[in-house]
């Protein structure tokens, strides 16, 4: 979202869905993922236990972010997380008022921000 004159650095673009620290890393873990994850593996990759990991889910879902796939493989339930377009847009927009804070913070450090998402190539896709 741009800047606005009365509120430079206000970031309103800081989805505080998104912003919580273990929402970010299932967000970032699916992102790395597009095929999605199964349960386990997310878990794992985010240090959360199941109840933790159920709970962020469930907030994310209910705003339109993750899809959640029950189902079983032979007879063992199986669920798979995998993130939505709108979360992907949304996450996207996201990465890019963290990039414009984290510029705005280094300009008023006096230093020069690394070109984030140019190096990365994330906003790019």
Do not use: W
């Amino acid at each position: 979202m741009p800047k606005t004159d009365s509120a430079p650095f206000s970031y309103e673009g800081l989805d505080r869905v998104i912003h919580e620290k273990a929402r970010l890393g299932l967000l970032t873990s699916l992102m790395a993922h597009p095929k999605g994850l199964a349960f386990a593996d997310l878990k794992q990759l985010c240090g959360l236990t199941d109840g933790n990991l159920s709970r962020h889910l469930a907030v994310l879902q209910e705003a339109g972010l993750v899809e959640v796939t029950k189902g079983y493989e032979g007879n063992r339930p199986h669920t798979t997380c995998r993130l939505t377009k709108t979360g992907r847009r949304r996450f996207l927009d996201y990465l890019a008022v963290l990039e414009r804070l984290v510029r705005d913070a280094a300009k008023a450090a006096g230093r020069e921000a690394p070109p984030l998402g140019g190096r990365l190539g994330i906003l790019s896709t």
